[in-house]
Every structure is written in structure tokens, then in C-alpha cells.
């Protein structure tokens, strides 16, 4: 990619530095320049041409040509004139036959190498090169424009070649030194290609082209820190630079310093307001910074243009969802499923976003509609079961889960999801064997260790091997305060009521407000006769009843135990 841009750079200044010079030679032609009125009509033209006004410009040089037919200078006026305007097949036209009637008139040669330069017509724009040399050895334009095309061609060491020639006759040549620097950036020798660069800025202290590259060549070498004082230096010559705005944007992305990345691409929307792609780069960033509200703003801008883009609107969904404007978030994912109706993670993402909103019916419908075009997927057959079970329809959820079994036997959470069904209707033996296969299959699933040993736990059974479970799985999550309570909970079973209180209480301040954890610490502090304690935990346990069935009636009675 960025030996792509050295490239693309070195055309466009040959390009953009030459046609300036190519029209003043025009005006330096003095026996091609026209007389009497025509001359008149052309001064009117080329005011018109100094302040954009093409088509009054075109119209002048018309009615001069009028005055005098065979002026090349006139055409040649012309020719540039269309070329502006977009009419380069006109611009073609007039440029051959100005050399017919003139082949030795290096403007209208120069013009029209530029026109084949321009559409790929590479050899006819070498034919045209050596003309203008065959008149003018030491041309140096058209020495230039050579060692371009050569060198877009990978013919490098001919272009080579071109540029060296205009060095020994003109050492300070900028152009020459920097299209030596591109050329070797190209074949790999960026030392060398540095040397060409600083060269260059060494005679022009202010080429900020001459930084840019610099600062890619950094980028190769991995020298990050170069590379941003590079890029700085060719915005502070040139603040309209935005290809270095980009990649010291990008390189800002790469160091994770979204901030300063935020503010270049800010800047160059600010030159390229109608950029999409740039709003669609801020809107990420944005997103990435948790800037959500402006990451909205970006993506929408992004969107008007761009409407049938699924990653930008999809993004803007997310957007939306992290703020609370959860209903926006649907309406933007069910307009992507418009346009793309088989869009896998947008359904799975609405499924989720219904869940979340406890809209369960209309999070089974989606699921349902998946599997009519996605069947082998075990990931929406699960979904579609934990919904079911959320909805306490056990026996259809049951069915789904025995039934996708059949296909994708060891699937760790199809199995574990079926133990927890199981659990919630009483087949305690069943849902032993389905969480021994989900250890068996994947040894690390924390919960299949944590809800196995709890389990045993609640049985007062096998603690040693439930002890043991659940160690392991606060190995595998050392942060998790239910795991944590698990254990705890497991030493209140083996008599182990101080390492039980301290456990329990550490695992109050991982999971803030939880009804079960209230409730074992209330049993620990019963058991050692600190009913104060234990009455202060069950109350804060009933505070929270409603996320724990069967919790309030189970939890009063110890309460009035108490008493």
C-alpha cells in the first residue's frame, strides 16, 4: 500500500509541475503567437482562463481562431481548455492535428504527450517525448514525463537512466531528485531513497512531498517516531497536505491514540467536507473512543450518501444501542435486513437486543427465521433454546435442545443449557451426566465446573469433588463473584465458617446486590450464632426477592427461624 502511494505521487507531480511549465512555454512562443485582433481576443481569453471561466474563455480563443486560422497557439489554448473541461477525446483531437499542421511546435507536443500520459497510452506518449527531445536534447519536461512512464512501467532502471542525465546538467533539479527518491522507495533501496529526499529538501527546505516520503520510508522502517515527525514537518509546510494528514492520522490510529487521530481526519474533513470515506473513519474512531453520540453524527452523514452500506448502518445500531436508544438501534438493524434479508449477525444481534428487552416473543421469531435459510448452525439453535427456557417452555426447549444434539453431539453450552433445564425441572441425575459432558468436551467451561459443584454443594454431597470443581473454575475466572460464592458456599458445607464468611463476604463486593450471596452470608453468620449479622444479610437478601425464584418464602422462614 505504501509503495502504491509513491507511485501515484510521482505521477501526479510530473503531471502537475510540468503542465505549468508547458504553459509558459506556450507563452514564450512568441512566432506562434497570434496578431492584430486575434491577439486582442486572445489576452481577453486568457483573463477569462487566469479566473476559471472556461467556457468564455473557450468562446474567445474560438472567435480569435476566426482572425487566424492557423495560429498553434490558439489551438494549443484550446486544447488545454478541454482538457479542464473533461473533453479529452476534443483535447486529443485538436492536439494531433495541431502537430500535423505543426511538428515541430513543442507546446501542442507537450500538451498532447501529456493527453496520452493521461489515458494509459503510454506508448504513444514516448513517441511523442522523443519528438519534443529530437528538437530540444536537453529538454527537461520531457525528460521527466520519460522516467514517469518508465518508471510506472517498472522499467526502472531506464527511468533511472532519464533523471540521471538531467542531474549531470542540472544537479539542482528538485523534481529529478525526487522522482530518484520515488523510484528507489519502489525497487526496495529506502536508504538510498532517503538520500534522494533530503537532497531534494535540502535545496527546497519546504517540500513537504519530500516529507511525506520520508515519512513513509519511516513506516517501512518501523520507525513510528521519524515517521510522525515527518509527516508533522509536511503539514506544517503545507497544511492543505491531507495525503500526510491521513497517514499520520492512520499511524495515530495503529498507536492507539485515537484523540490525535481524530483531530487530523476533523481537519480534512474540514478540506473534503463530501468525503464519505473520512466521516465514515471519524465515525469509528469515534465508536472506538466511546464517542457514541458524535460516532452517531458521523455515521449518519456517512449514511446519506452511502444508504446501502450494512457495516456503517450496523455500526450506527451499535451506537445508538450503547447510548439506551434501543429502539433506533432495531429500527437501523431491521433497514440493513431490507437490503440484505440473509444478514446472519444482524438477526442474531435484533435476538439479542429482544432478550435484552425482555421481548422474548418477537426474539423466538427471529430465531425461527434464521433457521429457515440457516440450518447447520448449532450457535441459533441455542439461542433459540435459552429463549424458550427464559419463557419457561420447557418442553418445546427441551425437545429443540435433545433434538440439535443428535447433530452436534458435543456441543459444550447445547449441553450445558440442556443440565440447566434439566435442573429447573427436577432431574437432578440427568443434569449430572450432561454437565460431566460438558467438562469432558471442554475442560475449561468455568460455569459446567462452578454450577456442577454447586450443585453438589446444595446436595451436601461428594464437597471434596466439588471443591475441586470449583477451584478450577476460579482459575479460569479469578474475577467472578458468583464462582467466588460457589466456594464460599462449598466451605459453609464442610464447616469451614471462617474461610466460608471471608470468601462470601469478598464475593459481596465482586456481584453488588445479589440475593443469594445475602442469603449465604445470612446462613454463615446464623450458624455461628451472630444473629444480628444474619438478620441484616436476610434483609438486604428480601430487598433483592424478585431476581431469585423461590428465594422471598424460603428466606422469611429463617427469618422468623431466627426469632
Known sequence: MIQKIFLVALLFFSLASCASQQMQQIKTHEDAMPSGDAYYLSILGYEAEKEGRWEDALEYYRQALKTDPSSAYLKTQMGYILLRTGKVTDSIQLGEDIIREHPGYLPALLLLGELYNSQRRADDALRIYEKILAIDPEHQEAML??????AFQKEYDKAVDFLEKILIKHPDNILALYYLGSINTEKGDVDKAAEYFLAAINLKPNFDAAYLSLGLISEIKKDNVKAEEYYSRAIAFNPHNLQARDRLAQLYVRQKETDKAIKQFQKISIHMPANIDIHTRLGFLYFEDNQFGKAIEEFRIALESRPDTPSIRYYLAIALEQIGRTDEAIYELKKILLHDPKNLSVFLHLGY???????????????????????????????????????????????????????????????????????????????????????????????????????????????????????????????????????????????????????LLKASELVKEDPVI????????????????????????????????GLKERVQQKLRDLQ
Do not use: C
Not at 514525463?145 to 518508465?150: A, L, Q, R, V
Open 145 to 150: 514525463f520519460i522516467s514517469g512512464i518508465y
Open 353 to 503: 437486543l429482544f432478550s435484552k428487552l425482555k421481548r422474548d416473543d418477537e426474539a423466538v421469531a427471529i430465531y425461527e427465521e434464521i433457521l429457515t435459510f440457516e440450518k447447520n448452525n448449532a450457535e441459533v439453535y441455542l439461542y433459540l433454546a435459552v429463549t424458550l427456557i427464559q419463557k419457561k417452555e420447557f418442553k418445546k426447549a427441551e425437545a429443540l435442545l435433545r433434538d440439535t444434539l443428535t447433530r452436534f453431539s458435543d456441543h459444550d453450552d447445547l449441553n450445558f443449557n440442556l443440565a440447566i433445564l434439566l435442573e429447573k425441572t427436577g432431574r437432578y441425575d440427568e443434569m449430572v451426566i450432561h454437565l460431566k459432558k460438558v467438562i469432558e468436551v471442554n475442560p475449561k467451561h468455568a460455569d459446567a465446573l462452578n454450577y456442577l459443584g454447586y450443585s453438589y454443594a446444595e446436595k451436601g454431597v461428594h464437597l471434596e469433588e466439588a471443591l475441586s470443581l470449583i477451584k478450577r473454575a476460579l482459575d479460569l475466572k479469578p474475577d467472578s463473584g458468583y464462582i467466588m460464592d460457589s466456594l464460599g458456599w462449598i466451605y459453609f458445607k464442610m464447616g469451614r465458617n471462617d474461610e466460608a464468611l471471608k470468601t
Open 518 to 549: 445475602f442469603e449465604h452470608l445470612g446462613d454463615t453468620y446464623s450458624s455461628q450464632g451472630i444473629k444480628d449479622k444474619a438478620r441484616e444479610y436476610y434483609l438486604k437478601s428480601l430487598a433483592q426477592d424478585e431476581k431469585e425464584e
